[in-house]
């Protein structure tokens, strides 16, 4: 079971370039009082109405005990190969309360955009690239996961859900969805209210809530600058890294972040960053790609606008953000496609030392990342 924070940002790579970025002043969120939770959780292959296959004709259903184990009910209902209609599922869902809720989903991997509403409000979107919170696997290539689709307001008592499939043809699957109205880690198929167990002698199971940021003598949080920036740019003096204002030297305890933590849902980033400066980080290494998958002269416009709030969400609790946002093997060349004579669908190791087309082309995404406005600030 993939779950934990660190085993998403510890990660290693080679640095082409390091910004330090500054931004204005932004206000600490302080920690909020507990509230009462409200859940509801139900099976996605239980649909009201749906055109779907029956779950026993599900492409990707389980294939034995083991595989059924990870599921939340041992099923779930899929859909594959080209539609004659749109494909849809609804379902009769009672809310116990009038709240703000979060709304989660087990599916299939990235697979099956997807748009949802409840009754008659604004359709939301889900989009294929979207950050996936958990991981468990059924069988190679067939996987489980929980992602956060949106925020939604419910009155007490009964609603309808809708979901409809993105697109003419694609794998779609989905396993149970989740309201609740404060935010949630997953556990793969555990709710909020089971905890996980572990039968291992001389182990005992490290299961935690998520934190509410409750005052704490062990929290690092004071360490750090009211916000990234608060005391100046960062300077070098000698060997050391100082503070532009104030002359005082810095130190820097960071973690590395690649596009999936910067995708995270606002409130998850939101969660990261003080979590992060709890145990006292004030950088994150954001390493990772800018350009569009089909265009690499040009920046992808939603990724730099997730960048753009993971940025500010770090700043506001006083962490410094450093961007490093090319290496070699995230890119393949072709003559016909990039236009880069010699090169058949490979990477283009040491071209941006001697290659003014593509030296140029690097420089264009520089030039958007640092020129372009941050909305969030």
Same mark, same amino acid.
């Given at each position: 079971?993939?779950? =934990?924070?660190?085993?998403?940002?510890?990660?290693?790579?080679?640095?082409?370039?390091?910004?330090?970025?500054?931004?204005? !002043?932004?206000?600490?969120?302080?920690?909020? +009082?507990?509230?009462?939770?409200?859940?509801?959780?139900?099976?996605?292959?239980? #649909?009201?109405?749906?055109?779907? #296959? !029956? +779950?026993?004709?599900? +492409?990707?259903?389980?294939?034995?005990?083991?595989?059924?184990?990870?599921?939340?009910?041992?099923?779930?209902?899929?859909?594959?190969?080209?539609?004659?209609?749109? #494909? &849809?599922?609804?379902?009769? $869902?009672?809310?116990?309360?009038?709240?703000?809720?979060? &709304?989660?989903? @087990?599916?299939?991997?990235?697979?099956?955009?997807? @748009?949802?509403?409840?009754?008659?409000?604004?359709?939301?979107?889900? /989009?294929?690239?979207?950050?996936?919170?958990?991981?468990?696997?059924?069988?190679?290539?067939?996987?489980?996961?929980?992602?956060?689709?949106?925020?939604?307001?419910?009155?007490?008592?009964?609603?309808?859900?809708?979901?409809?499939?993105?697109?003419?043809?694609?794998?779609?699957?989905?396993?149970?969805?989740?309201?609740?109205?404060?935010?949630?880690?997953?556990?793969?198929?555990?709710? /909020?209210?089971?905890?996980?167990?572990?039968? $291992?002698?001389?182990?005992?199971?490290?299961? +935690? *809530?998520?934190?509410?940021?409750?005052?704490? #003598?062990?929290?690092?949080?004071?360490?750090?600058?009211?916000?990234?920036?608060?005391?100046?740019?960062?300077?070098?003096?000698? =060997?050391?890294? $100082?503070?532009?204002?104030?002359?005082?030297?810095?130190?820097?305890?960071?973690?590395?972040?690649?596009? =999936?933590?910067?995708?995270? /849902?606002?409130? &998850?980033? =939101?969660?990261?960053? @003080?979590?992060?400066?709890?145990?006292?980080?004030?950088?994150?290494?954001?390493?990772?790609? $800018?350009?569009?998958?089909?265009?690499?002269? %040009?920046?992808?416009? *939603?990724?730099?606008?997730?960048?753009?709030?993971?940025?500010?969400?770090?700043?506001?609790?006083?962490?410094?953000?450093?961007?490093?946002?090319?290496?070699?093997?995230?890119?393949?060349?072709?003559?016909?496609?990039?236009?880069?004579?010699?090169?058949?669908?490979?990477? /283009?190791?040491?071209?941006?030392?001697?290659?003014? %087309?593509?030296? *140029?082309?690097?420089?264009?995404?520089?030039?958007?990342?640092?020129?372009?406005?941050?909305?969030?600030?």
């Amino acid at each position: 079971m993939r779950m =934990d924070w660190l085993k998403w940002l510890l990660g290693l790579g080679v640095m082409s370039l390091v910004v330090i970025v500054g931004l204005k !002043q932004l206000s600490c969120q302080a920690a909020k +009082p507990t509230m009462q939770l409200l859940w509801v959780w139900w099976e996605a292959e239980k #649909p009201a109405a749906t055109n779907f #296959p !029956q +779950p026993e004709r599900n +492409p990707f259903a389980p294939l034995n005990e083991r595989e059924a184990a990870v599921l939340s009910e041992g099923r779930w209902i899929g859909i594959t190969g080209k539609y004659a209609e749109t #494909p &849809f599922l609804e379902y009769e $869902v009672t809310v116990p309360q009038t709240a703000d809720y979060h &709304f989660f989903v @087990r599916k299939f991997w990235k697979h099956g955009p997807f @748009r949802w509403r409840f009754d008659n409000q604004q359709w939301q979107e889900v /989009p294929h690239e979207v950050s996936l919170l958990d991981e468990e696997e059924l069988r190679t290539f067939i996987v489980a996961n929980w992602i956060y689709a949106g925020q939604v307001r419910l009155t007490a008592g009964k609603h309808r859900l809708r979901i409809e499939q993105i697109g003419k043809e694609g794998a779609a699957a989905y396993d149970c969805f989740l309201l609740i109205n404060r935010l949630w880690i997953p556990k793969g198929k555990l709710k /909020p209210n089971e905890r996980a167990q572990v039968n $291992v002698a001389g182990w005992s199971t490290f299961d +935690p *809530d998520s934190d509410n940021f409750a005052p704490s #003598p062990i929290d690092l949080r004071s360490l750090n600058e009211k916000f990234a920036g608060e005391k100046g740019f960062i300077a070098v003096k000698g =060997d050391q890294f $100082v503070h532009s204002k104030t002359g005082e030297p810095v130190r820097f305890w960071g973690v590395n972040a690649g596009p =999936d933590i910067v995708r995270l /849902p606002k409130p &998850f980033v =939101d969660y990261l960053a @003080r979590h992060l400066a709890k145990l006292g980080v004030n950088i994150v290494r954001i390493h990772g790609r $800018v350009w569009r998958g089909d265009n690499i002269r %040009q920046v992808d416009t *939603d990724y730099l606008d997730r960048l753009f709030y993971f940025i500010t969400a770090m700043k506001r609790q006083g962490i410094y953000t450093g961007l490093s946002i090319y290496f070699p093997l995230w890119l393949r060349m072709s003559e016909q496609r990039e236009g880069f004579a010699g090169y058949k669908d490979q990477h /283009p190791f040491a071209l941006l030392f001697f290659n003014r %087309q593509f030296q *140029d082309i690097y420089k264009s995404w520089w030039r958007v990342l640092l020129t372009t406005p941050n909305p969030y600030t």
